[in-house]
Every structure is written in structure tokens, then in C-alpha cells.
């Protein structure tokens, strides 16, 4: 890149006060320009670059001034002898290029523009923001976009006093010192209490005689209420009798011609 | 059903010399006679066989239920640290606990099958033709009030037996985080001077014995007094040894035993500790 390019490349750079280069090391360099007099002073006086060169800017560019910018930086990046890495997304920027070589102090004018011994490879590596301020300056970050919570904020419901009360029932807090709720689960111990000739099922009040002890699906509830009830029920309640055998049916067919069941395992 | 509320068709008379009566079986000593009028201190001991001396015995006040005498605290017990000092362990309670609402529930809880819901026996429209979606049948589980496919059916139970282990484990659990809790208060036994409510719940204000108490004594035949007092009290409540549970003794907050009631539950539980025919027990349950 020839100096008169290089000149406006650093006029366009320049005229935005986001620009700086600056080292953070010991083996970085600091080239502050603040005005563009002092850039074109600087380009006049050969300068001490020891490498690696940082070029930091950021601003809220444009998507395509961004890309002129870093062709810009990196035009400086190479005239000071860099070699500068393809760019990537988002803004602020960060050039950053870093030594390759061992020759210190490698002496580079930014008028003049021959290639340096010492080539090096600049990182790239971008940043959020330059200062903490900037970015609560930006807000907060928008989550769920167009997404809206349906959620009541309006307060309370409303109260409507003196009329009719809201349909909701009233809250009746229940007894829990009722005989049955005060006296739940006793004698459950009384084959390990008592004389252990019973069983806590034998003594399983509160449940229906033909339960008391008994777990199994609808099939084997089926099953044990018409072996109790099966005679009663066939006198008495002939269509319900007639209902559960053909439920029986349909769950035998069912479970053992249509559906795996665990029971297979066992055959 | 409670056992409990019985009235005794006679009062329990005080004895001359009150005896303190242990079953005799393992671990166990003779009756403790003390004489009536005697300035000695009463001390219940006993000597366990079994008592390695690796665990300190825990102790308790006797207290008695009659506000009339000069101290309501007439002597001390011994209580069996296998028993009232074990760990108490927090997930054998909640087992048992588990245990003892599911064991005895039934969910009525029914909907009907397409089968039986009244009415879905033709094909509503023709299979092809009308433009219409395919159906067989108005009351299959697509349908607005068509029958539904999983639902709950009725008298479904979710019984089991807890292992007899635990179920023994789950008492000493209890007992044991109650007893460190001081929420376990031995007593006498349950001769009241008075029958009436009043008098019990003043008791238990002035003792500061929480807000529920169950009183345990070793037989269902309660003394008239007690019975009548606590009828009308919903939070206090009577039992006998052999209806004691893991969820009475946590829904009430205080457990008063009397002396009886304390060496049968420990005789008891001591022999179901180390059982020689424990293998016969833990076999799954089968109706």
C-alpha cells in the first residue's frame, strides 16, 4: 500500500474519534493518534515499532462500514508491517497482531512502505464493548421477542361488595380431629403389637370387605368381585352381572390376544 | 373403628401397694412392689439381659394425671435405649407412613369405556361417500362424549405389606425421635379425679403437652374418668398398645404412656428385634 492510500485510509480512520491503537504489554506498542495532524506528523518521523501492534476501534458501524473499516485497518496493520486475518463479525473490533519472529525493536516508518523483515500474524478476536458504559447505554438484551406473557398484572380480581359473592366457593377448612381422621391407621401394627394372630388386613375397617389386602388390575378386580358377588349379583342385579362378564371378556381377550403383559415373562 | 371409647363398669381402685406389672419374658424383671406411704423415691427399673452396657439406658419421670397431690412427678422409669435411644431413621418413617394411607386406600374414581358408554352401536354415516371423516362409532374416544380409553376404573387399590423389619423399625424410629424430642411423657396410669374436659385440657396447658395428645394405656378398657373427658375432645384421644402406628404417634404431638403400656410395647419390640422364626415373616404377602 502506497502512502498517498495510506494517507487517506487514515484520514477516513482518524475523522472518527473511536480509534486507537494501543499496546497492552510490554511487547505491545502504543500509537495513540488523537488528530489527524499528529497521524500525518507521525507518518513524517520514522517510528519505533517493536511488534505486536493492537489496533482497537469500535463504534456502532454500519455492516459495510465495518468491512471498509478493517480493509482500512488493515491496510494500516500492513503498512506497519502486519499481516492482517481475514475478518469476522460483530463490532467492537480487535486487530491484534503479535510477533512472529525473535528481532526486537524492528524499526518500521509508517511513511515508507517496504516490507519489514519480521512478518507477523495478527489475531483477530472480538469484543463486546469498549466500556462497561456502553453497553448499559445499549440496554437490556431483548429476550423471546414478540412473545407476550399472558399473565393477569392487573392486581386482585375484582370485589364486587355488598352484592352477590364471586363464584368461587368459600374455603371450609376441614375437621381433622374427626374420629376417623384422629384415629387413621390404628391397629395397622397389631400382628407386631398385639398377639400376632391377626393381621393388620383382617382389622382394615374403612375398606370393603372383598379388598382388604387385595392389589391388582381391572381384570383381577373383576375376577374376585364375581367370585364374591358373582351369585348375589346374578339374582339381583342381572344387567350389571351381565355388563362385568363381558368386561371380564373383553379384558381377557384383550390382555392376552391384543397387548404384551407382564406376565408373559413368567410363561 | 376405635376400641377405645369404652366406659369400665367399675373405677380402678388404688392398690395399697402399687405394683408396676411386667410380663415375664425375656429382659424382664419381677413386679416392683412400693409401699404406699413409703418416703423412698419410686425408681422403675430394669435390668435387660441383653444390656451390653455399650448404649446408656435413657430415663424418664413418672408423672401421674392427679393435680390434686403435691407433685404430679412420683418417681422415675428406666426405658430400654434399644428402643427410646436407637437412630431414629427418617426414611423407615416415611415409609411406614406411605405404607399406612396406601395400603388402605381405595379410589372410587370411575369413567367409561366406549363399550359402555349407552348408545355408539351403528356406524354413524357410511364408510365412503358423504365426505365426512370414517367412524365406526359414536362413542369411540375421538367422539365428544365418547368413552375414554385410559381412565381411572373403579375400586383400584394400591395395597402392600411393608416388610415386617420395617414396620418394627418404623415404631422403634418413632418412639426413639419422640423420646428425644420430649414429647413422650410416661405416666402412672390414666386415673383421672375428674370427667370432665375442662379439667384434662388445663392439664395439658399447664404441663405444656402439645396441642393433640394420645394417651396409651396397655388394655382397650379405659378408666370411666378419662374416657368421658376425652369424648368430647377431638385432639386427645385414647388407644391401646396394639393399635399404636407410626402415623397416630406423628399426627399427634404428644404421647403419654403409662408404665404398663411402655413395658408391654418394649417387651414386644425387643422380641421382634431379634426373632429366631424372623425368615417365616418376611414373605410377600399373599391374600
Redesign the interface.
Known sequence: MDSGSLDQSLDYLFRRPAVILRALKKYWFVLHLATLDECKQSLNTPVKISYPVEIFFYDNFSFKSKLGMTTLVGGLMRSLGGVAHSVCRASPWVLRGCGSGAAAGGQHSLASSHTPTITWTPLLTSVRFRYHSEKLARGPLIRNYGYEEKLWKGGLMPHIAESKRLPIPLYRPKNIWTERRALFGQNDYIDILGSGELHPTQVAYSVPPWLRGFKGNEFQMLLRKRKIFGNEMRRYRPTKFREMNRSIKRLYRYLNQKTRTYFWKRA | ??L?LRLAFYPRLHCVVRNVVTSCSKGATDTVVVPKSSGAPLIIQDKWKDDKGAVEGREAWVETLDNSTNSTQLGLIHLNPRIFASYPRLDIIHENVVW?KK??M?NYAHTKHR??VRGGGKKPWPQKGSGRSRHGSIRSPLWKGGGIVHGP?A???????LP?HK??RG?ISTLSAKFAQDDIKIVENLDMPSDEAGYLEQLCEDRYWGP?VLFVDESDIMPRNITLATDTL??M?L?P????????ML?HTTLVLTVGATRL?EE??LY?LDRPDGRSLVTR?R?
Request: charged share 15%; net charge positive; aromatic share 18%.
Open positions: 373403628m376405635s377405645t399406612q395400603s388402605r381405595v363399550s359402555e376404573r375400586f383400584t387399590t394400591q395395597f402392600y405389606m415386617y414396620r418394627v415404631l393433640s377431638g385432639h384421644n388407644m398398645v396394639y393399635g399404636l402406628n407410626v402415623y397416630s399426627k410395647m414386644k419390640l421382634n404377602f391374600k
